[in-house]
């Protein structure tokens, strides 16, 4: 049994079970990771509080094959406008699952902590974490025109305005990444 102690942005919690909650936590040292915290969501929980959605917390992990959270202390609350919701959304659907990268976890908390969230800076980090190919013009995924706007991070796919519009999803899930 490991225990890790640690600073942790809340990507995601859901219910998981009756009382359970489960938690997507984005940390230094692990990476992306998700934890399960029993009886959570009983109304006297003191952890709840502790673990809102978009907020950087020090957590206390007990591994045992999976990682139980057992403690919580809420540092930071980032401003949770529109625009953070939409990039909490794409953290979570597009970081990878443990696999630790300082650099990225850094520039993601100061993004979070600015609130400052454009089409430019979702290009920049969908480059760091290596969707965006270093040579070669990214094309749309749809129709192959070269003029790509749109990320659709569910389908980690590229498109241009046209074939976005057209889309099966719904426009509020794509993250424009270019103006
Ligand atoms: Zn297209």
Redesign the pocket.
């Known amino acids: 049994m490991t225990e890790h102690y640690l600073k942790a942005i809340i990507l995601d919690r859901s219910s998981w079970g009756n009382q359970d909650v489960l938690l997507t936590l984005y940390t230094k040292e692990l990476g992306k990771i998700r934890a399960s915290s029993k009886s959570m969501r009983k109304i006297t929980s003191k952890l709840s509080g502790q673990l809102p959605i978009g907020s950087l917390a020090t957590v206390r992990l007990v591994d045992n094959g999976y990682l139980r959270l057992v403690d919580a202390l809420k540092e930071e609350q980032f401003d949770l406008t529109d625009d953070t919701i939409k990039h909490l959304y794409f953290l979570d659907e597009v970081i990878p699952f443990n696999q630790p990268d300082r650099d990225l976890w850094y520039t993601i908390y100061e993004i979070l902590r600015s609130g400052v969230i454009t089409p430019r800076i979702y290009g920049h980090l969908l480059g760091l974490m290596g969707f965006i190919p270093q040579e070669g013009q990214l094309i749309?995924q749809?129709?192959r025109?070269n003029k790509v706007v749109y990320f659709d991070p569910r389908d980690i796919m590229f498109?241009?305005t046209?074939?976005s519009e057209r889309g099966i999803s719904d426009i509020e899930k794509y993250i424009k990444i270019s103006d």
Do not use: P, V
Request: proline share 0%.
């Open positions: 749309c749809g129709c025109a498109l241009c046209n074939c």
